[in-house]
């Protein structure tokens, strides 16, 4: 069965550096998301991405924070200038966009800020 | 704005047995989703099972099952025969029918599954 991978599965970099977490959604698919899950807490809605332009973003998902689609296949999340509190689980996700069709999730990343 | 509520931390059953597990959301719409997922060890969010509102039958996907109270707004999870395997995060998520972009989580519950 398809699956959405992420890469890496742990990202440890210093607090002030630009870190890029990378997901590889399912083919078919149109629709993408990341959401985020401070260790402890709930998973958060970031942001969604279709057609190459950002569908919806959270009060998160300030101007530290960007996605792309660079490619075909892969999408991107970066993080500007990250802060300690940016420490969490991100998680991928996709789905093909029709109503009644679930997100597919990857395993996530988990990213550590120093 | 929509919220979803889980009021069980942590819950723990005995193999075998059957457990359930609590949700209770909050919204304004009439048309929406609902959904549980399981979030093992592995770190990989799995569905596990979806409801459509508009539905009245309670969805069932083997050993686990829903009872979907609309008016109550309330979305439990029953597992049953529960397995070494069930051990894990479950999370609760509603999602818009007029907004596929937005999923709201809960808080989670973790299930420990005792031999």
């Known amino acids: 069965e398809p699956e959405v991978t992420q890469t890496p599965s742990h990202q440890v970099t210093q607090m002030g550096q630009e870190v890029i977490l990378r997901c590889v959604p399912i083919?078919?698919?149109?629709?993408f998301y990341w959401y985020r899950q401070i260790l402890g807490q709930k998973v958060e809605f970031l942001v969604s991405f279709y057609n190459n332009e950002i569908s919806e973003k959270s009060e998160i998902f300030d101007d530290q924070f960007s996605v792309e689609r660079p490619d075909g296949s892969n999408f991107t999340l970066k993080i500007r200038s990250t802060k300690l509190e940016d420490s969490a689980m991100y998680f991928c996700a996709s789905s093909t966009g029709g109503e009644n069709q679930p997100q597919h999730f990857g395993d996530g990343t988990r990213l550590s800020i120093l | 704005a929509q919220t979803v509520t889980q009021s069980q931390p942590e819950m723990s059953v005995q193999e075998a047995e059957t457990v359930t597990l609590s949700c209770t959301y909050d919204?304004?719409?009439?048309?929406?989703?609902l959904f549980w997922y399981k979030q093992p060890p592995s770190r990989q969010m799995i569905l596990v099972i979806r409801q459509e509102a508009y539905k009245q039958q309670n969805a069932t996907e083997n050993r686990f099952s829903v009872n979907f109270q609309k008016a109550a707004k309330s979305f439990s999870l029953k597992i049953s025969d529960s397995q070494l395997g069930d051990a894990a995060m479950y999370f609760c998520a509603y999602r818009s029918w007029y907004n596929n972009n937005d999923m709201r989580f809960g808080a989670g519950t973790r299930l420990t599954v005792k031999p």
């Open positions: 083919s078919n698919h149109l629709y």
């Open positions: 919204t304004s719409e009439s048309d929406y989703y």
